[in-house]
């Protein structure tokens, strides 16, 4: 007689600390001051008042474990396969489900099965199957989930926090069940049906780590890579990164995840028009930006371009701005490089700092370490 599959345990992991919407939305105010945010919506639209978030230093395989841990005591004997189901993981090689075996010290075989938020469902679907074969008595199922790694709280606009408003209503947690054999016909999982409309894969994404990444064995140190991700025709989303150390991929997985671009807030003088002219721009132009400071994210230097009424570039300017994690004063002392079209009249044979006209246009932009990248972003000065 073939047999079914029932639940035969079950355990589940929260972690002790918790993030209110209202503390969630506050944070937001207070680092996109620029945005209206309305108060309370997060708990109005969702219900959602708190959501759990992990210790630091835990992994997705950690809040599995403590599940499992739970699921395990209530077993009714030893589990011969265990499958970890996650959107999240510890990496992309090896299997999330090797880590958490070795931490359980469980022997026996092991895969991941990975399909967004019905991963757990599905890991159902499949363990049912393999007992119902014959092939497996008692299967372990476990997940850790940890979306508060990927919460973005740097926002450009309005569209961008509607994009990202799921992330504000997640919670870090941990879940297994143990599945095993059933002579019983009429208990257990009667029955699994999924549907799947995949051409909208690209409205959930989480880049990194596959072949849709840049070919690392060609990127060169310091060489400047745009990772563009598409739909068809149309770019879903276009980052620059210059590569120096780590594999880019890697570098630009982790990165996005936690929102580590550093984000313009403001720039002094407000517009393009209102720098002084003739002077040398020392001390004249103070850019504020915002940066976080996960996976040890850091600045590097804040870049100033004018252009000429003809529309060649007139100047460009690259301040240092190593240890300068909110704003940057650009001044002669402290450039990396300038490129001037413009001799100066004062010290002959030299590129002057100095605005001598009216620039129709300019850009101001700030790079940051991350991962040991560069990871660039630019935006027109204000006229």
Known sequence: MTPSSRVAALGIHLP???RGTVETERELRARNPGLKLPTGLIARMTGVETVHIKPDDWQASDLAVAAAREALEESPGPVDLLLFASASQDLVEPATSHIVAAKLGIDAPVMDVKNACNSVLNAIEVGDALIRSGQYRRVLIVSGEGPSVAVRWELRDHTQFISSFPGYTMSDGGAA??????????????????????????????????????????????????????????????FPF?????????????????????????????????????????NLVTFNYTLSDKYGAKMDNCSLGLVDPLGSVWLYAEQNAVSMETACTFNTKGLNSLLSYLPDPVAPGTSRFRITGAPTMGYVGVTSIVLGNQASSNQPYPN
């Not at 936690?258 to 002219?277: D, G, M």
Request: glycine share 8%; net charge neutral.
């Open 177 to 238: 069940v143990v599945l095993e054999a059933c002579s019983d016909a009429e208990a257990g999982i009667l029955e699994t049906r999924f549907r799947s409309v995949s051409r909208h894969w690209s409205i959930g994404t989480l880049p990194g780590g596959g072949t849709m990444c840049i070919d690392e064995t060609k990127t060169a140190p310091g060489k400047i890579y745009v990772w563009t991700l598409r739909s068809g025709s149309t770019a879903v989303s276009a």
């Open 16 to 18: 002790e600390r918790t």
């Open 242 to 282: 210059q590569t120096n150390a780590m594999p880019l991929s890697l570098a630009f997985v982790q990165a996005n995840q936690a929102s580590l671009f550093a984000t313009i807030t403001s720039v002094t003088p407000a517009k393009l028009s209102s720098i002084p002219v003739g002077e040398v721009l020392d």
